[in-house]
């Protein structure tokens, strides 16, 4: 028993070194341990929750029942550090170094492409590196497994699994699917290609470079832990922090003893759900209780009638122990350990069922929980123990809806599970719909068990619980009991729904919205088993004794049965190669590798928070706004400042200089414009101290009217942020009238979270002289930080200087907000007098940051019956939150670019920017152009189902042909739109493979695929000359080596990399003798934002001037020693004293617009491109699987093919995510719910399509742009909603198969909810519904 007042040492080992904690706090999780601690600065914080794998390192533990070790990868950020006594942890950093020996998954993963930003990398490194630790040659399903609980937010997966499957056992280099040739084989690619293959390549790295994998390098698992481990100490270990006190007994009968004495204490098993509520929800417990070193609890047994599982077991072993189980036992013995096992495929990702323990499990009791559904139904029993003994309890109703009487007493532990096995005759199945099919929570999930009287299709015993549609998992019993001894058949079918429908009453207010969804699902999950137990009764025909009286399920219908597998991204990216004259030191045009991306992966890349901290260092906690419109009363702060380690509160009075601007305050003087409206600033010693001061924080407010946060109250209150944007061209009255049809329609798009891995973060340094600072900041925009920064405090700009090493994701997002928080954390440095770092946690970043503009579109379109589309009118309104911020730039942005590819001789665009009180809304990559095109090619798909054509003939009857003007007469050749539209009709086998779409819809009636085809002109740059100059600076120093500084930043793009490049085909030196160091205000000032897709090709042409100035310089000398090595002619030119640094400088290319006359030449080029998509959905769900994406898109000259190849598949992807699964939620009140990766979902590893191909167009045009490249930022996003529409292509199947109007309200995302609504049928009709006016809603479209 623990000592009352002594505090053990905790002890552990990471990377091979043994450490041992004397105070340690168990309030502490590894990843702060690993990062302060440590040091270990390569496992990154990300979310917080578990739920983006960024924090993942392994773990090795010898198991104290098989003696093994045991290797698996967790993600830090959950773990408490407690937990960890006797464990070894690897990190990143233990697994290789840049300085020392690069283990393979590094190599592979960078050298594959497979890091941007690099701020996911060493977390997928170490789940990878953990793979192949516990299998050598895994197999892809255990790769995909692997990294399902991992998010990137750059690449799109398809690299980064390149690069994992170099280790595969199947890896066969060959990425040509179904084909039966080989890409790499002379003549293996498609021989239509309209180019000579030989020009073209489809590798974008040598495998055969790779160095081998030999598992005899990696660390061993320390000697003294085995030691420990093999003679575990039995006593109990205490380790107390301030607050907190950790409990581990050392025997299960020291732990049923704490337990009685605590009974309140909970029990920390793997921590994934007592963390997460702890730190959401605030829950606090002053002890907590570790079973971890008690063997007991992770026993298994295996009996004749069942299986009885440790309650410590995690769920990724039991996973493992019921694929035994399952390959050991008849079927008929398995159905629950099936079902079970279906479950487990999909929940969580692989770190959380590593983590988490099937007792913990049980116990949350979450409504979600995807395995309490199954367990209740398949009539498993827990066994719980105390110090008074054990007894059962049964898994069912009374226990799942907590009543004391079925419940765990406080000093019980559950100890283990039993599950029994099924019988002859008695089926198990389940189901779960969430938003994504990996790694999210069921929106709606269920078990379902039936025991047919032998020989018959009489129910005999029936049980189905659902979970997402109450507090907790819901059991049906009385509609189960009704129906025993009915027959299975159609009628019992109808009766069940009935029933089922009756019991799970939804209110039209339930927590978590998506009601008539849910309801939806209730019944659909019930068919889906109604028939699956039909199916396995025609099996078991041959015993019954009248044979096969069973209904037939028709053909037409067995699509019903089948689940989308889980699959990863194969596919070809093709590029041209470079001439063959071309010098092979030159770099340009070639596949190089991120220059950081080694860095990336082996976690020695620094970002803004990996700084160490300086002396006296400050935490920096915003305090925000709880109303959407009010006047702040008072806010006391004297609790706050009583808290030890406070030193202030920086508020709007604290501000030297100005508060922002009038339309943009940095900080809410006295009247809050959202919820989360910044109004002040704790600055504490410490991160947690400044969290809990925030928190004491008191403000009183009076609210205001209006409160406006839909895009239609806007309108009615005549709420906008700036004057109307028009365009108009030709006579659109006159051509309604002279058209043979008009459609009018409505377009609801979604915004979108930027979700940059890297949260928001800066640390101000003021210095002692001169009002100096240093700003480290993870920013687009580094002079606008240094700007703003100026103004707030009101000191020149020349004492501020803003560094930017790298920025782990932008997206737009870090364009102007930066500033806000620079800002803010410059006033709390300079009135403290000390440097202070803020970092935002992933909920205040996406509660205070806004994103992209929703937006509400209406058209009004007349065509000729041939599909010719005469006039267009098109209104757009976005909603773009309580500031003006960049707004009216996204709405010009959008009318400028809402034609797209269409020549329509008279067209009107109108646009309004919304004022709405939520958080002020952004740029985002595209900038207004995803959304505003969504309403152009929701025209085209509506004017294709008036004239009964097909979507792909109308728009390549209306677009641009020939040399042309825009609406805003700025003229362009089309070619090269064409030549993407038709090569991407080529490469996709597209009219073949419609038809077999056709023949696949033909057959199936509750799985439908759906086809589309989308062309894109987008325009490239800023629409102002002013915004496209650039600069750089370029320094040889005297041993030959060149430091080049531009005003781009890294922001995972490749600037970088591209940069040097540039720089070593201009100087004719290699690229390793150049170097780029950081982006700074002090070496090239007055830069723009990296923005608009521009950013390599004006600072690539100011960096290419600069060296061209040197090189000019150096001519002299170079003619004399022509032979010379470079080396020479340096110190040649330093002895002759010769300047070798000079600045380049590019003046921008011209762009104007004139909104008056609605005239213009904005942009500088046009980017083309073309992608076509095929998904299959399935009606009864929702749920749709890519299954093939191609792309083409016009890279004129690229600079380097691997990093462009990877801007479009990762902008596609992240367009995918706009379009189908990244949905924003609000309450009623105007606070946003979803606020991390749990609530918002963006693309993962499974989303991206089965086959995704990418083909760079071969050169054609000759833009004005860095050796005639393109820049590709953001164009793919618009891409991805050829996802979108193969969606609504396979729903408007359904609805043409159903009898169903075609004309549906466009809304994106395309959402598993959106697609079960919109294919009605007998199920949805069944399902009550409520009458809006009747409740409040749980959440309100702003739309
Ligand atoms: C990112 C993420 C994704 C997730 N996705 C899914 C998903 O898709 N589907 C799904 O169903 N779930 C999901 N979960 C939830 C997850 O399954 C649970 O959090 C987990 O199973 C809880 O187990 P644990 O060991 O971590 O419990 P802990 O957090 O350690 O404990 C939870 C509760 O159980 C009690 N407890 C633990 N062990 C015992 C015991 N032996 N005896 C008595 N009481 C005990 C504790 O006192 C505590 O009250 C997810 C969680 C995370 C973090
Ligand atoms: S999972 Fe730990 S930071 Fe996201
Ligand atoms: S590279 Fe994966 S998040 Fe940036």
Redesign the pocket.
């Known amino acids: 028993m623990p000592c009352p007042s002594k505090s053990d040492d905790l002890v552990f080992f990471v990377n091979g070194r043994k450490v041992i904690e004397r105070n340690v706090d168990p309030e502490v999780t590894l990843l702060t341990f690993l990062r302060k601690n440590l040091r270990l600065i390569g496992t990154k914080y990300a979310c917080g929750?578990?739920?983006c794998g960024a924090c993942t390192v392994m773990v090795s533990k010898r198991d104290p029942l098989s003696a093994k070790i045991r290797h698996f990868s967790i993600t830090a950020c959950?773990v408490p550090i407690c937990s960890l006594y006797g464990a070894a942890v690897t990190t990143v950093e233990g697994v290789g170094s840049i300085n020392t020996r690069l283990h393979p998954v590094q190599e592979r993963i960078a050298k594959s492409h497979g890091t941007q930003c690099g701020f996911c990398t060493p977390g997928m490194v170490m789940s990878m590196y953990t793979l192949l630790r516990n299998h050598q040659q895994p197999s892809e399903e255990q790769l995909l497994e692997a990294l399902g609980g991992h998010l990137c937010r750059c690449t799109g997966y398809r690299p980064i699994l390149a690069g994992g499957r170099t280790f595969c056992v199947e890896s066969d280099g060959c990425r040509q699917k179904g084909t039966g040739k080989c890409c790499l084989d002379p003549g293996g690619n498609d021989a239509s290609s309209l180019h000579r293959e030989s020009d073209i390549c489809t590798e974008l790295f040598a495998e055969d470079e790779f160095q081998p994998l030999d598992p005899t390098q990696e660390l061993i698992f320390p000697p003294e832990l085995l030691r420990m481990a093999e003679k575990p100490e039995k006593q109990t270990l205490t380790f107390r922090g301030e607050r907190v006190t950790w409990i581990s007994p050392g025997t299960l009968k020291d732990l049923l003893e704490l337990k009685a004495k605590h009974p309140e204490a909970?029990?920390?098993?793997?921590?994934?759900?007592?963390?997460?509520a702890m730190k959401s929800q605030g829950h606090f417990y002053p002890i907590l209780l570790s079973?971890a070193r008690i063997p007991e609890?992770s026993v298994v047994s295996k009996t004749s009638d069942g299986l009885t599982v440790g309650?410590?077991c995690s769920?990724a072993h039991v996973k493992d122990i019921l694929a035994e189980r399952v390959s050991e036992l008849p079927e008929e013995k398995t159905q629950t350990y099936r079902a079970l096992l279906k479950q487990l495929k999909t929940?969580?990702g692989q770190q959380?069922r590593n983590?988490?323990?099937l007792?913990?499990?049980i116990?949350?009791r979450?409504c979600?929980?995807?395995?309490n559904p199954v367990l209740a139904v398949g009539n498993a029993t827990l066994n719980v123990i105390s110090e008074e003994g054990t007894r059962q309890i049964p898994l069912n109703e009374h226990f799942l809806a907590g009543l004391a009487s079925a419940d765990?007493k406080p000093e019980e532990?559950?100890e283990s599970v039993y599950i029994p096995h099924s019988q002859k005759w008695e089926f198990v199945s389940a189901f779960r719909q969430a938003q994504c099919q990996q790694n999210a929570?069921?929106d709606v999930n269920a078990g379902m068990r039936v025991l047919l009287r032998e020989g018959t299709d009489t129910i005999e015993d029936l049980s189905v619980s659902y979970g997402g549609v109450g507090a907790t998992t819901i059991s049906t019993q009385k509609s189960c009991r009704q129906l025993v001894g009915r027959s299975w058949n159609e009628l019992m079918l109808e009766e069940a729904c009935r029933l089922l429908l009756e019991e799970v009453s939804l209110p039209g207010w339930a927590p978590g919205g998506k009601v008539e969804f849910k309801r939806s699902l209730v019944v659909s999950f019930f068919f889906k088993f109604y028939l699956e137990v039909l199916q396995a009764l025609k099996k078991l025909a041959k015993f019954m004794p009248d044979g096969h009286h069973y209904p037939e399920i028709s053909d037409h219908f067995l699509s019903a049965l089948e689940d989308f597998p889980i699959t990863g991204p194969q596919g070809v990216q093709r590029y041209q190669s470079v001439d063959s004259r071309q010098a092979l030191q030159d770099p340009v045009g070639r596949p190089i590798m991120h220059l950081s991306g080694l860095k990336h992966a082996t976690g020695e890349a620094i970002f803004c928070d990996d700084i160490p901290m300086v002396d006296r260092e400050l935490f920096m906690v915003l305090v925000t706004s709880t109303r959407a419109h009010a006047k702040i009363i008072s806010i006391d702060w004297s609790e706050a400042l009583e808290l030890p380690g406070v030193v202030d509160v920086i508020r709007a009075e604290d501000i030297p200089g100005t508060n922002g601007t009038e339309e943009d305050k940095l900080m809410a003087a006295d009247e809050v414009l959202c919820v989360g409206h910044i109004i002040c600033a704790v600055v504490a010693e410490t991160d947690v101290q400044a969290k809990s001061a925030a928190e004491k924080i008191n403000i009183t407010y009076e609210d205001l009217e209006p409160v406006i946060f839909t895009i239609s109250d806007a309108i009615k209150h005549n709420s906008f942020l700036c004057p109307e944007k028009k365009l108009e061209q030709g006579n659109v009255e006159e051509a309604f009238d002279q058209v043979d049809q008009i459609v009018e329609g409505e377009v609801h798009v979604g915004g979108q979270e930027h979700f940059y891995m890297e949260t928001q973060r800066v640390l101000v340094i003021p210095k002692a002289e001169d009002k100096e600072l240093d700003i480290y900041v993870s920013t687009q925009d580094p002079a606008h930080v240094q700007k703003t920064v100026s103004s707030t405090l009101n000191i020149p700009i020349n004492r501020i200087t803003c560094h930017v090493k790298r920025v782990g994701g932008g997206f737009g997002g870090k364009v102007g907000k930066p500033a806000v928080f620079g800002a803010i954390a410059a006033v709390g440095a300079i009135k403290t007098g000390r440097p202070v770092r803020l970092v935002l946690d992933r909920e205040d970043d996406m509660l205070i940051t806004g994103g992209r503009h929703p937006l509400f579109g209406k058209y009004k379109v007349g065509f000729m019956n041939n599909g010719r589309i005469k006039a267009l009118d098109i209104e757009c309104f976005l909603n773009g939150g309580c500031m003006l911020d960049d707004s009216e730039l996204v709405t010009e942005f959008l009318i400028l670019k809402l034609e797209n590819a269409y020549k329509i001789r008279n067209l009107r665009f109108r646009g309004w920017a919304c004022m709405t009180h939520l958080p002020s809304n952004t740029a985002f990559r595209g900038f207004g152009f995803p959304q505003g095109t969504l309403i152009t090619e929701s025209c085209i798909t509506a004017v294709a189902a008036k004239c009964g054509l097909p979507p792909e003939k109308i728009r390549e009857k209306n677009m641009y042909k020939t040399v042309d003007k825009t609406i805003y007469k700025q003229a362009f050749s089309p070619e090269t739109l064409i030549r993407c539209w038709n090569e991407c009709l080529d490469k996709s086998s597209f009219h073949s493979r419609r038809m077999q779409v056709e023949e696949f819809n033909k057959k199936n009636y509750w799985k439908k695929k759906g086809m589309a085809i989308v062309p894109m002109k987008f325009s490239v740059g800023f629409a102002a000359t002013s915004y496209h100059q650039a600069a750089a600076l370029v320094h040889i120093y005297t041993d030959g080596s060149v430091l080049v500084t531009h005003g781009g930043n890294e922001l995972g793009q490749g600037i970088h990399t591209k940069m040097l490049q540039v720089a070593s085909r201009e100087l004719k030196i290699p690229m390793s003798s150049v170097h780029i160091c950081e982006t700074s205000t002090a070496m090239v000032p007055n830069t723009v934002a990296t923005a608009a897709s521009i950013g390599s090709d004006v600072n690539g042409r100011a960096v290419q001037d600069a060296c061209q100035i040197l090189l000019k310089r150096l001519e002299p000398i170079i003619k004399k020693n022509p032979d010379g090595t470079w080396e020479d002619w340096i110190e040649a030119a330093f002895e002759q004293r010769i300047s070798l640094s000079a600045t380049g400088y590019f003046r921008g290319y011209k762009a104007f617009m004139d909104w008056e006359k609605g005239e213009g030449d904005p942009f500088p080029y046009y980017v083309y491109g073309a992608a076509c998509s095929e998904v299959e959905i399935d009606c009864l769900t929702g749920a749709h699987k890519k299954i093939r994406a191609d792309i083409v898109m016009d890279a004129c000259c690229s600079l380097n093919p691997a990093i462009d190849i990877g801007q479009v598949e990762g902008s596609f992807i992240q367009g995918m995510g706009l379009y189908t699964t990244e949905e924003l939620k609000y309450s009623p009140e105007g606070v946003l719910y979803s606020r991390g990766p749990?609530e918002y979902k963006i693309p993962a590893i499974a989303d991206v399509p089965e086959e995704f191909n990418v083909s760079l167009l071969p050169s054609s045009q000759n833009p004005p742009t860095i050796y005639s490249s393109k820049g590709l930022g953001e164009s793919g996003m618009f891409l991805g909603s050829s996802v979108f529409f193969a969606i609504t292509d396979a729903v408007a199947a359904a609805h043409r198969e159903r009898g169903i109007a075609e004309d549906f309200t466009v809304r994106s995302p395309a959402t598993p909810e959106w697609v079960r609504m919109a294919c009605a049928d007998r199920f949805t009709e069944m399902i009550p519904r409520d009458d809006p006016k009747t409740f409040k809603p749980w959440s309100i479209p702003i739309a």
């Open positions: 929750r578990g739920g959950l909970p029990v920390v098993s793997g921590n994934t759900s007592l963390g997460p079973p609890l309650a410590g769920l929940l969580a959380i983590m988490a323990s007792g913990g499990h116990i949350s979450h979600y929980s995807d395995l765990l532990i559950l929570l069921a749990d």
